[in-house]
């Protein structure tokens, strides 16, 4: 049976705040870091740079509260490069991504050269509102990153070089099965509860929900402890068992739905029986599992922008607007998957 595991202990997402040209030079060098650690071959490495310099340049010259988010593939295989802003938004969006455009009057120049190096670029933008787009990379042999309808971020707290939360995502046939961990609190001991959790995470993640959720009770022990949030997505439906406070919810082109949280209590410290819920996925539907470092407000009343964004780009936008930068901040997005049996 196929699997596509990420890195059984996971980095955070690398950040940059593109608020001036010289972050430029800075997002080059860290998506050609991160295409190395995700071993991407030859020239690839390179290309990384270029898309992410084209990305931050564009953000630096047009865009206001622009920042980057460079990272390997959530299942593997390759890297994204995400730019997100709350800019002018791109008017002429097909004129931009023609290789070789260039306007110093309009958002999109150098988009033609991202959509030329990138495996798949995606892109959503909206005049006045602003834009998001999402690069990949992957691997001459890896499976089309387009398929992997999944995204994921994950940010330490401000001042903060590790991340108390962590995530990670496993495909196993049409089985979808995403973790987001909280460590307590924040800082180096918050990070090494949420790693143990990852950890055991990945030695059987087709486990039964409430017996995954009690090996990772027994794995976080002798940690500060931490919250769990499990999520298991079939075809048209999903299940989700988890401890303290990292919510779960759907999210489709017109409402919100299934707003879930986990039980009272710590895992690794106190946890009671686990239970397991179970809700539909319809089509076209995105479920999305976050810590409390993303503003549960942001689903009150999502605009229709965010309402019809794919997942790959709806946890950037979450991250970008409504991430609480004080505490660890980590959300997935994704769909289940449309593998074959």
């Not at 992957?138 to 991340?163: I, M």
């Not at 180096?188 to 009690?214: G, V, Y």
């Amino acid at each position: 049976m196929g699997r596509a595991v990420t890195s059984p202990e996971t980095l955070p997402t690398a950040h940059i705040a593109v608020d001036h040209y010289s972050a430029v030079h800075l997002a080059a060098e860290t998506a050609r870091t991160v295409a190395g650690r995700c071993r991407l071959p030859g020239a690839l490495p390179d290309q990384a740079a270029v898309v992410a310099s084209e990305l931050a340049s564009n953000l630096a010259k047009h865009a206001s509260s622009g920042s980057l988010f460079i990272q390997p593939l959530p299942l593997g295989g390759g890297m994204e490069i995400v730019a997100a802003d709350r800019g002018p938004g791109i008017g002429a969006l097909q004129q931009c991504l023609a290789d070789g455009f260039t306007t110093s009057n309009t958002l999109g120049a150098g988009l033609g050269a991202v959509k030329r190096i990138a495996t798949a670029l995606t892109i959503r933008t909206q005049p006045g509102a602003g834009t998001l787009v999402c690069a990949r990379l992957t691997e001459p042999d890896a499976a089309h990153p387009a398929d992997q309808e999944v995204g994921a971020v994950c940010l330490p707290a401000d001042r903060e070089e590790l991340s108390g939360d962590a995530c990670a995502v496993v495909d196993q046939g049409t089985t979808r099965t995403a973790i987001v961990v909280d460590g307590l609190g924040h800082g180096p001991q918050a990070a090494e509860a949420a790693q143990a959790a990852i950890r055991s995470f990945h030695r059987a993640p087709d486990l039964p929900l409430p017996a995954l959720l009690t090996a990772l009770h027994r794995a976080l022990r002798r940690t500060r402890g931490a919250a769990v949030g499990l999520l298991r997505l079939h075809p048209g439906r999903a299940e989700y068992s988890g401890i303290g406070n990292v919510r779960v919810l759907t999210l489709t082109p017109l409402d919100v739905s299934h707003r879930l949280t986990g039980q009272p209590g710590i895992a690794g410290l106190n946890m009671a029986t686990p239970q397991v819920r179970s809700f539909p996925v319809p089509p076209g539907a995105t479920a999305v599992l976050h810590s409390d470092g993303i503003d549960q407000r942001w689903a009150r009343s999502p605009s229709a922008f965010v309402h019809r964004l794919p997942p790959l780009l709806l946890a950037a936008s979450l991250a970008h607007s409504h991430r609480l930068s004080r505490d660890d901040a980590t959300v997935i997005a994704a769909r289940p998957s449309q593998r074959l049996p």
